[in-house]
C-alpha cells in the first residue's frame, strides 16, 4: 500500500497536479510616487495613468506621497523612504527640506530604485546630489555650470561644454525612438527603432552626467538627443524618461497611452528596483512606422500569446 501511495504522488507531481515544492507568488514591488507639484503639466492624470500602468501588469503596488500644493509649507512633506523598493518622481516644484534630501539621497546610496519622469528633471536644480542622480537637468537656471550637454554622433558620446542655457522643446509631435544599448535588460528583445505616439520632447539638456548610459535617442534639432537613460549612484539604479508628457487639460494624457511608454516605463521600473527585466517583449510593441497605443493601461490579450494572462 506505502509503494502505491509513492507512485500516486510520483505520478501527480510529474503530471504537475502536485508540486513538490508550493510555488510562491513573485514578489509585488512596493512603489512611492511623488508629486504634487507641477505649473506646466497635468500631474494628477499623470500619476494616476502611470499607477494604472505598474498595478495593472500585476508586479507593483503604488502608493502616492503628495507634496504641499505651491505656496505650501513643503516641510510638512515627510515620505518615509525605506519602506519602498522604487521611488518614481513625477515631479516639478520647490526643492524638499535638508532632512528629506538627505534620507533620499541614503535611500539611493544604499540601493534603492529610482525612475525620473518627464518634466521631474527639471526642478530642484540648487540640490547637487539630486543633479547627479538625475544625470542631467534642464531649465530652472541650469547652464554651462552645471556641466556639459550630452548626446550621440556618429554612434560616439559628444560632452559638449558650450555655454548656454539647458532645456528646448518644441511643438508635440510623433517622434522615432532609436535604441543605443539594445542588450540592457531595460530594452533587450525589444525592436530597436519605434514610433512613439504625440509627445513633448526634451533636448539640450545638460548636468554632471556620471555613470550615465544612453539608452534611447530621438533626432531632434541636428543631433541625437537622449530621452532614455540610466544612472549609477551608489548601490543605486536610476533609470530616466523624458517621454510621458500630461498637458494641463485632464484629456491630454496621450503619450502615456504609447505602448512604447508603458513597456518601457515597466521594465525601467522592475530593473532599477531588482536590477533585472522578467517581462518578456510584448507582441503589440511599436513598429518603426506605425504607434500602437494601450488606452486600458494594460497589455491587451494578444501582446504575450505565449503566457496565461
Known sequence: MKTKIILIITFLIFKGILSPVQAQPPKVIKTMMIAGQDGSHYWEGACEAMKQILENSGMFKVDFAFTPNFGGDISTF?????????????YGGATWTESVR??????????????????????MADWKEYNEIIGMGAWDGRNEKDGPYLYLKDGQYVYDYSPGYA???GLQHETLIEHH???HPILKGLRPRWKH???????RLRGPVKDMEILATAYERGRHEPLMWTVKYGKGRVFVDLLGH???DPNMIYSMLCTGFQVTLLRGCEWAATGTVTQEAPADFPLEDTCTLRPEFKA????YPDTKH
Do not use: M, Q, R
Open 78 to 90: 515627510k515620505p518615509d523612504f525605506s519602506k519602498y523598493d522604487l521611488v518614481v518622481i513625477n
Open 102 to 123: 538627505k534620507d533620499f539621497e541614503k535611500y539611493v546610496t544604499n540601493g534603492g530604485g529610482v525612475v525620473v519622469i518627464h518634466s521631474s528633471v527639471v526642478p
Open 167 to 169: 532645456g528646448y522643446h
Open 181 to 183: 544599448a539594445p542588450s
Open 197 to 203: 505616439f504625440k509627445d513633448e520632447i526634451y533636448t
Open 246 to 248: 500630461c498637458g494641463n
Open 300 to 303: 491587451p490579450f494578444h501582446a
